[in-house]
Nanobody
Framework: QLQLVESGGGSVQPGGSLRLSCAAS????????IAWFRQAPGEEREAFLC????????RYQDSVKGRFTISRDKAKKMVYLQMNSLTPEDTAVYYC????????????????WGQGTQVTVSS
């Protein structure tokens, strides 16, 4: 079992930055891939970045290229999402999710989910 808790969401102006954290507990964190998903109002939840158990990242949305970075600290059992140059289109609830070993695009492949944290980008 893996428990995940997101933190770091909030409100920010366009062009600003936020760092989200995903804290893991309960299982062998090193064996899990952790993905970040987001769900905007009226839209489906979609993956955009993932980091596998070897700390190799995968990107699933071009819209975050060059702006968002995923990283993990195995000693602290944490995964981070650094978000820069935020735009109103980044407004969503952000979730971290876990599955064993490798990243796959698609929420149905992830067994463990955090509760989500709201990110609002507005002037």
């Amino acid at each position: 079992q893996l428990q995940l808790v997101e933190s770091g969401g909030g409100s920010v102006q366009p062009g600003g930055s936020l760092r989200l954290s995903c804290a893991a507990s309960g299982s062998i964190f090193d064996s899990y891939a952790i993905a970040w998903f987001r769900q905007a109002p009226g839209e489906e939840r979609e993956a955009f970045l993932c980091i596998n158990y070897h700390s190799i990242p995968s990107r699933y949305q071009d819209s975050v290229k060059g702006r968002f970075t995923i990283s993990r600290d195995k000693a602290k059992k944490m995964v981070y999402l650094q978000m820069n140059s935020l735009t109103p289109e980044d407004t969503a609830v952000y979730y971290c999710a876990g599955r064993i070993y490798d990243c796959i695009d698609g929420g149905r492949w992830y067994q463990y989910w955090g509760q989500g944290t709201q990110v609002t980008v507005s002037s």
